[in-house]
């Protein structure tokens, strides 16, 4: 219910705002009417995943902040009934959804300190696209894979440098799982149902894997 409320609202006030942009430019007449609507069509094909790419970040930045600690409590049922064991925190709801919401701004500052450099790389001509799309992809599946299992690692107060190590420590599996991560956010109302999923798929994979043993 959460994340639907969040991008419900990010949906609504994304979609009213470029297609309130995007409205003097699908209203141009032209001469040539078979030229006008395949121009309109792109048009309306590039806006709609104009919006859904804004949805995207701002469900990753809005949408994991609130339901940081309600995650935390999925991926700590998930590793105590499944594969009993429990990490005690002594600390009340309130300071451990502290917790949980510092870690996962900490997460937020990564991807946006990766992901904007990316981005301005896009503007230099020719080999910009290039570099910016296959490395804003390749970021974003780490960034999947890191988001998803930083739940237990957060409850063992690992430090962010370590999370990064133990997540790239399994390059090919963290990259594929954080590819399936990415592409079920990025599809509208089902990453409102998945990403709770995708909590304990990260929390089951963090076990069956074996993660924790490049920390040993």
Do not use: H, Q
């Amino acid at each position: 219910m959460i994340n639907l409320i969040i991008y419900g609202t990010v949906f609504f006030y994304t979609y009213k705002w470029i297609m309130g942009m995007s409205e003097e430019a699908l209203e141009i007449s032209v001469s040539n009417n078979i030229l006008f609507e395949i121009v309109r069509t792109f048009l309306k094909i590039f806006y709609f995943i104009l919006i859904l790419l804004i949805c995207y970040f701002l469900f990753i930045i809005f949408g994991g902040i609130v339901s940081a600690p309600f995650n935390e409590k999925i991926s700590g049922f998930i590793e105590e009934k499944v594969y009993n064991e429990k990490v005690v925190s002594d600390l009340p709801f309130i300071k451990d959804a502290v917790e949980s919401i510092k870690a996962e701004l900490k997460k937020i500052l990564f991807y946006l300190s990766g992901i904007i450099p990316l981005f301005l790389i896009n503007f230099i001509p020719m080999i910009g696209s290039v570099i910016s799309l296959v490395g804003g992809t390749g970021f974003s599946f780490f960034f999947n894979a890191l988001d998803y299992l930083d739940y237990p690692l957060t409850r063992r107060m690992t430090g962010f440098r370590e999370k990064l190590k133990i997540v790239n420590s399994k390059k090919m599996l963290s990259y594929g799982f954080g590819a399936m991560g990415f592409i079920l956010t990025f599809i509208p109302i089902v990453n409102v149902f998945m990403k709770p999923i995708l909590v304990a798929s990260g929390t089951s994979l963090f076990y069956e894997k074996e993660y924790l043993k490049v920390n040993s």
